[in-house]
């Protein structure tokens, strides 16, 4: 009986700690040298401004967007075409929003690599096609946007190029979103889109500023990285708010858990990088395109650089008192903007690989020495890991692996812990983790 239960321990480790070794040769396959040409492309186009000119084949936004289809096109050419590449686009007007000059169609970049097992749920990774100087209305002056956003944008194209090479059970969209700098136009389409074609959505990881690593505050860092993440849905209904106040979660809503996903990844198979989770959905008082995502109730984070240099974001192209103002070409520092692809490339590449999370997760135990844990099973699925942490802590930090779909942690108190569970593939990917969403009495 001892020499059973040595080996279900044994097995339970080996099927939980192990690592996929194509995660290393993904991370090993992103291109400096590729991020930092499609960088240059885009930065000479002049301007991409969202309503410059849709007409040139050298300047504007149009010519931009036409170029970004092309590479995507190039690619699915490569993987036997395994990429749908498509606009995806919406009016927008005047009358919407001040910063609208005049009515024009915000246009998308899209290109889909179907899952084989999975095609309608989808993990996407997106950067921002537009740019401006000083005045966001003004589309006309250049405006680089070397960092803001070509280095997301080819961050994009570049983990397209890598992961096409591969096939994954779930979908992965890579995609170009215009409008950013004038209301998040692109990602409120994109998102509608979505929403009214019934894709399930795992989550969006917006990349805008992957490229600068060295800010205003005079740090330097190439290997800090920030995460930004809602605490609860937007859409949350009103019982789902009264039920934390008792039972908690304040912090634990999908995109935090998404956020937690990529820092567990990243230190999985990058430890020598620092992400950094910031409890907000964005830096203070501003926003990003995963913002849409998040209002229609699906999961979204933003990843970018740990210290940004303002004299060179939404900036004239300049120099007074010494200092170059302007998003140009030479700020962009590659190897970081590398290794943050590459952090998206994994963790794309994990979450297509892993099975759907659990629907409903049940919890109880209260006025009893243990915790009880039931949910639904998930299809594909190996086992589970049910996880555990202080309240305090900002990532999950104890787990316990099973082959079953309910579980009692046997001398853990739920008054003290927080808990989740996430489904386990046969090849050792996991879903995100699900806070429990139902009352076990």
Partial sequence: MKNITFLVLL????????????????????????????????TEFGTRNTFSDTISDTRGIGAARRWIKDEFNKISNNCNNCLNVFYQKDLVTTDMSKRVPHDAYVVNVVAIQKGTKYPNRYIIMSGDIDSRNSDGSNFTKDAPGANDNASGMAG????????????????????????EEQGLFGGAGLAKYAKDKGWDIIGILNNDMIGNITGVDGVTDNRAFRIFSEPVPANETERQRRMRRFYGG???????????????????????????MIYRLDRFGRGGHHRP?????????????????????????????????GDTFEHVNFPYAKK??????????????????????????????????????VEGAKGYKIYWRDTTSPTWD?????????FTLEGIVIDNFFFGVAAVGENGHESMVVFPNKIMR
């Fill in 156 to 179: 994009t194209i570049e983990a397209a190029r890598v992961l096409s090479k591969y096939k994954f059970e779930s979908s992965i969209i890579y995609v170009g979103l215009s409008g």
């Fill in 340 to 377: 943050l692809t590459a952090v998206n490339a994994i963790n794309l590449a994990s979450l297509a690989s892993a099975p759907a999370t659990p629907e409903v997760v049940g919890i109880g135990g209260i006025v009893e020495a243990s915790a009880k844990l039931k949910w639904s099973p």
């Fill in 250 to 276: 304040e912090v634990d809503g999908i995109s935090r858990q998404l956020a937690r996903y990529v820092h567990k990844t990243t230190k999985t198979y990058m430890p020598e990088m620092n992400p950094m």
């Fill in 11 to 42: 097995f339970t480790t080996v099927v939980t700690a192990q690592t996929d070794l194509k995660i290393y040769d993904i991370i090993d396959a992103v291109s400096e040298d590729r991020i930092k040409a499609d960088v240059k492309t885009l």
């Fill in 398 to 406: 104890n787990a316990r692996y099973v082959e079953t779909t309910e």
């Fill in 293 to 325: 995502f998040n209002d229609l109730g699906f999961a979204g984070i933003r990843i970018m650089e740990a210290h940004e240099n303002y004299t060179q974001q939404h900036q004239d192209i300049r120099t007074e008192n010494g200092i170059k103002y």
